[in-house]
């Protein structure tokens, strides 16, 4: 009698070739989920960098204003008389502060050219910066072209037109607009009104920056209108008063 032949240990083809097609499927799936993930942190990393950008770019411009130091100067032909260093105009703006990009507020005083020019292929505007030591009174001397009287008395401090530099820096680009505007008290009563020119001698109640973004996304930060007070003596001619105790009882 012949013994019985086992059944010899294995696999077919096919089986073969439904797990190998099943491996690949589960590489591919993880590989997709990889993809997926990474495109999206990639994402939410550029989108958190610009929404600390933007909101950065907030904060210097509050700190620059909040720093306004009411400085005075005196130049050309009527070189003894003096008038308060501010310069507002729709889409230029100068004023001395105590804040800078540099060293923030541990640094000297600053002279802060705001500045509004076209944008990148001539696609909307942006709204650069230029900073420059403030060393005193003798700072303007080569840069002030005279003082220019007031309606309402007194001067203003006339400056050559900022230029731009390879120090310039860009606070905030791709706006749809860029506008500055001046709060001051209407003469004759106590209500106040927003001018797009400031011919005062002391400097403004508040300031606006009327920015608008060029291609709006609500999913994320945007550049909006911020509205500024001025919170120092908006009239240097003026000095502080020594504050004196009331008597004890």
């Known amino acids: 009698m012949r ?27 993880i590989l997709m989920a990889l993809r997926i993930g990474l495109s999206a942190m990639e994402k939410s990393s550029s989108r958190m ?15 620059q204003v909040a720093g306004i130091i009411p400085a005075l100067a005196a130049c050309g032909p009527a070189n003894g008389m003096k008038a308060i260093v501010f310069q507002g105009e729709p889409t230029m703006m100068r004023l001395v502060s105590s ?36 060393n005193g009174p003798s700072t303007f001397q080569s840069s002030c072209l005279g003082m220019a009287p007031l309606p309402n008395g007194g001067l203003q401090i006339q400056l050559a037109p ?8 860009i606070l905030a680009d791709q706006l749809a607009r860029c506008r500055f505007s001046y709060q001051r008290e209407v003469p004759g009563s106590t209500r106040r009104e927003w001018v797009p ?3 005062e001698k ?19 930060a945007q550049f909006r209108t911020l509205t ?5 003596n908006r009239n240097p001619f003026l000095p502080y008063e ?7 009882q």
Not at 162 to 169: I, K, Y
């Open 99 to 134: 804040y800078s990009l540099a060293e923030a507020a541990r640094g000297y005083p600053r002279l802060v050219e705001y500045l509004v020019v076209p944008g990148e292929n001539a696609e909307g505007v942006r709204l650069v910066v230029n900073e420059l030591y403030y």
């Open 228 to 232: 500024l007070p001025v919170r120092v």
């Open 242 to 248: 020594d504050y004196e105790p009331p008597p004890k």
């Open 3 to 29: 013994r019985p032949q086992r059944a010899r240990l294995g696999v077919t083809l096919m089986e073969l070739i439904v797990a190998m097609s099943l491996l690949g499927l589960l590489a591919v799936g």
């Open 197 to 199: 020119v400031w011919r």
């Open 202 to 220: 002391e400097l403004p109640y508040a300031i606006r920056f009327d920015m608008a973004p060029l291609r709006p996304d609500p999913s994320r």
């Open 162 to 169: 900022p230029q731009l530099s390879p120090n310039t820096f």
């Open 49 to 63: 960098s610009l929404n600390r950008r933007i909101a950065g770019v907030h904060r210097i411009i509050d700190n």
